[in-house]
């Protein structure tokens, strides 16, 4: 694909998910848009195994964007990052099309493995600002990854993942992220878990009223048969 094409379809995918941008001239200064041109010609260098030349565009455009795209990741068409300042991207990242990705969002690898270290996004996958998916697994299609989520493990396509480490609250959630863009309104299991903590509480302090109140009860019927005794 030539560059005049992954510059129309980058204007076309950024017009398309933020609905700040008022005019195609601005998508020329959108971060995003500079660093995944970038990345497409360090990546056909890296492919090439001119890898110095492939590091030098690629460290470039992360001095001036903030955005760490490696050239050994394989990103298929139509990604979005949304802000970008923070994000970064291993080697052997795999993504597919029209994923999104938030500001402060790591695609990393734990360290320790070899070869493929680092996860696969599948198509339509969106990932929260400030998520960090770390290691050598795969996040199925059309899943959200919540603002702030540690996911360490795979997530089944159609899925909802929020919290540390990051949990499934959601399964076969056919919304896809391309088109639904809400990275805020995720269903939130610790608060639903807060609440029904409360709720039992509000009734074990009922109950034990009602144990009281039975007690004095039985204290003063004792009191009243003792004195009828007496008499």
């Known amino acids: 694909m030539s560059?005049?094409?992954?510059v129309k379809d980058e204007i076309q995918v950024i017009r398309?998910?933020?609905?700040?941008?008022?005019?195609?001239?601005?998508v020329f200064l959108y971060p995003s848009f500079k660093v995944i041109l970038n990345y497409r010609i360090a990546h056909k260098l890296y492919l090439k195994k001119h890898f110095f030349w492939a590091r030098w565009i690629s460290q470039r455009a992360a001095r001036k964007t903030g955005i760490e795209i490696?050239?050994?990741a394989t990103i298929g068409k139509g990604l979005f990052i949304d802000h970008g300042s923070?994000?970064?991207?291993?080697?052997?990242?795999?993504?597919?099309?029209?994923?999104?990705?938030?500001?402060?969002?790591?695609?990393?690898g734990t360290g320790k493995?070899?070869?493929?270290?680092?996860?696969?996004l599948k198509d339509n996958v969106m990932v929260s600002a400030g998520a960090k998916v770390i290691g050598s697994f795969t996040i199925g299609e059309n899943s959200k990854i919540g603002a702030g989520s540690?996911?360490?493990?795979?997530?089944?396509?159609?899925?909802?993942?929020?919290?540390?480490?990051g949990r499934i609250v959601k399964m076969d959630n056919k919304k896809v992220p391309r088109s639904d863009m809400?990275?805020?309104?995720?269903p939130d299991p610790v608060l639903n878990d807060i609440r029904e903590l409360q709720q039992e509480n509000i009734q074990l302090h009922k109950q034990l009223e009602d144990m009281v109140e039975y007690m004095k009860c039985l204290e003063k019927k004792?009191?009243?048969?003792?004195?009828?005794?007496?008499?």
């Open 16 to 26: 398309e998910r933020d609905p700040a941008i008022k005019s195609n001239m601005e």
């Open 113 to 120: 493995e070899q070869g493929k270290r680092h996860p696969t």
């Open 3 to 6: 560059i005049l094409s992954y």
């Open 222 to 231: 004792r009191k009243e048969d003792a004195a009828n005794e007496d008499l």
């Open 70 to 72: 490696h050239p050994g």
């Open 150 to 165: 540690v996911v360490l493990e795979e997530v089944p396509p159609n899925c909802t993942v929020v919290g540390v480490p």
């Open 182 to 186: 809400d990275q805020i309104h995720l």
């Open 86 to 108: 923070g994000v970064i991207i291993g080697e052997t990242t795999i993504i597919g099309d029209n994923v999104t990705l938030y500001q402060g969002v790591t695609l990393g």
